[in-house]
């Protein structure tokens, strides 16, 4: 049956007023993840879907509530595929255990409930993974009579398109200007449509994606998807070599560090959001939705830590392809994750941002800098590489080839001022941290010369690295401050330098070391929570905490042999988690409140590091 033209919905789309349902949750960082290694969505606390941007991670986002406070019209007007119930009075939200699959539960003032299974299909099929560009959300009634209504508002171009509405007999097209998304649903369509309440007999299924038409049922393709989504995650998890101690809180920070990974070319993402700020009204809003070279190597570590190697060949695909074209040359600090090495930085003027708090970025700017850790961190994303008899695809003397001109580029660069890993946009120095990085390149291509079997290399390297190291360590270090400084010769404090012990730079017990540490707490921290630096940047002091510097810390305190507080700023961090179990970026140290971006892949790699650190082992129990 061809699709009929529906009534065109009106502008904007609006639910019909009820005294029954209330206005919608307020922008926050309590939501879950759903995602498929294509795409990714938000969902908050009331089964609402607040952001998620399509065809790919960095696309439109055809959700975008996060970011667009209730109340706008027109353009301004949010979006979002909220399912709700009549007289509201609580719900609870979790994962099914070990997977990516969510679950909210909504009860109304009766005790009449429904549940709400959202999730992203992904499991194998024709000797491929199968994941495709589709939200599954699942209704199950559980008690009474409950009344729902679908509040489903598409839009295309950053809000500033309404689809036109095409209808069948069980599904609706929401026609846009560069692609088409189809609602298949045995709800009743005419109810989709309107936002009219009706009320739960049976179970319901919705399934928005690609204007394709489904193979069979929609109820048999939404529970054979669901049993198998559950399966392969079930199985990925069961494989992780997990720690003794805080097991879910690893497995949930895995599978987040998974999702952050765009499979079809490798790239891992540094979060699925723009323009969350770092601190209330601050205006440090950035598009994070790009691949770092630093940030993959840190989620690639952390996943092998686990035994979880998939991901780090997925990700070599990715950067050997950048580290071919950048031909031995400058190669940028982040890249699209397919490719693009122009991200210009826009605003979205029309939208109002998280919580009002504008603006609303698109790209980003860092795209331009010169950043001279990204060598070191790409040598130390591919290292194990040479290493690891598990993989498929083993690194050889080609590969090494490659990577030497990585290798020669940071030698050139090592001992020049840039922006630092902080992405300074208006000040360049001779960064401690970035000529660490270049001292860690050399390092770990000698290492790798040495296990290919090719000693006049491995001396070479070896040469230049313990050249560096000399330098660094003299250069680096302000005797006043009995510290190693954030730059040579400089005075100001950054916990970067607490990768000096993380990459195996300095022995930790180093009275060097451990004064900087003990200098880093008395001017960084408030309390368990580590800010990244001392001194002003762009926007003044920043005003909350840097989650992976208080991870740095938990390590470097480890790591200096004072576990017992390691364990208890771990514990800190645990509690500083949402509901199901994700960190943002920073921390506001009094609030306990998240900001920045979200879910932080280098936040979700410090869950996983500190607990491999401080786990008891597994003999202790068995």
Not at 36 to 42: D, E, I, T, V
Request: charge should be negative.
């Amino acid at each position: 049956m061809s699709d009929l033209q529906a009534p065109p919905p009106p502008a904007p789309a609006e639910a019909p007023q009820s005294a029954g349902f209330p206005p919608p949750l307020p922008a926050s960082l309590s939501v879950g993840l759903i995602g498929n290694c294509g795409y990714s969505a938000l969902v908050d606390q009331r089964a609402r879907i607040v952001w998620c941007c399509m065809p790919r991670f960095d696309g439109d986002p055809v959700f975008n509530a996060l970011l667009q406070p209730d109340g706008g019209t027109g353009a301004a007007s949010p979006s979002a595929f909220g399912i709700e119930i009549e007289d509201f009075d609580s719900s609870v939200q979790w994962y099914e255990p070990n997977t990516a699959v969510l679950r909210t539960r909504l009860t109304d003032k009766s005790g009449a409930s429904v549940e709400i299974t959202d999730f992203a299909p992904r499991f194998p099929s024709r000797s491929r993974t199968f994941r495709p560009l589709t939200i599954i959300r699942r209704v199950r009634l559980l008690s009474g009579a409950p009344r729902i209504r679908v509040n489903l508002d598409v839009r295309y171009d950053w809000g500033r398109v309404a689809p036109s509405v095409t209808r069948g007999s069980n599904h609706l097209r929401y026609v846009g200007p560069e692609f088409t998304l189809r609602l298949n649903t045995d709800a009743p369509i005419s109810h989709v449509l309107s936002k009219a309440p009706f009320l739960v007999t049976r179970n319901y299924d919705f399934l928005l994606g690609t204007d394709e038409t489904l193979t069979s049922g929609i109820e048999e393709t939404a529970e054979l998807f669901e049993q198998e989504t559950i399966g392969y995650w079930r199985k990925w998890s069961q494989r992780l070599a997990i720690p003794l101690e805080w097991q879910e809180a690893v497995i949930r920070a895995a599978i987040t560090l998974k999702l952050s990974l765009y499979e079809d070319t490798g790239a891992i993402v540094a979060a699925m959001t723009t323009s969350i700020p770092e601190a209330p009204g601050s205006q440090r809003n950035w598009d994070y939705r790009y691949c770092w070279l630093r940030d993959a190597f840190f989620v690639v570590r952390a996943l092998n830590s686990l035994s979880e190697v998939g991901t780090m060949e997925d990700y070599l695909r990715w950067l050997s392809n950048v580290v071919v074209a950048s031909g031995g040359e400058h190669v940028q600090p982040l890249y699209g994750i397919g490719f693009e090495k122009e991200l210009p930085e826009s605003f979205v003027e029309h939208l109002g941002g998280y919580r009002g708090m504008g603006p609303v970025r698109v790209g980003n700017q860092a795209q331009e800098h010169f950043q001279h850790d990204v060598y070191g961190n790409i040598v130390l994303g591919a290292a194990q590489a040479f290493h690891d008899h598990r993989l498929l695809h083993r690194a050889g003397r080609a590969e090494f080839a490659q990577l030497e001109k990585v290798g020669e580029q940071a030698i050139r660069v090592y001992g020049t001022p840039d922006a630092g890993m902080w992405e300074l946009r208006t000040r360049a120095r001779i960064h401690t941290s970035s000529a660490l990085m270049s001292w860690a390149a050399c390092d770990r291509l000698a290492k790798i010369a040495r296990a290919l079997g090719l000693a006049e290399r491995a001396a070479y390297w070896h040469d230049h690295a313990r050249r560096m190291q000399a330098e660094i360590l003299e250069k680096s270090w302000n005797p006043d401050r009995r510290a190693f400084a954030e730059s040579f010769g400089g005075r100001d404090l950054d916990a970067s330098v607490l990768l000096m012990a993380e990459v195996g730079f300095i022995d930790p017990r180093d009275e060097r070391f451990v004064a900087t540490v003990d200098a880093l707490e008395k001017y960084l921290c408030d309390g368990p929570y580590m800010r990244r630096y001392e001194a002003p940047d762009d926007f003044g002091k920043p005003e909350t905490a840097f989650n992976i510097c208080t991870f740095w810390r938990i390590d470097a305190l480890a790591r200096i042999g004072r576990k017992d507080e390691a364990r208890a700023i771990f514990e800190t961090m645990l509690a500083a988690r949402n509901h199901v179990g994700m960190l943002s970026e920073d921390t506001h140290p009094v609030t306990g409140e998240m900001w920045g971006n979200f879910p932080q892949t280098y936040s979700m790699v410090g869950i996983i590091n500190a607990a491999v650190r401080l786990s008891e082992p597994w003999d202790t129990a068995i």
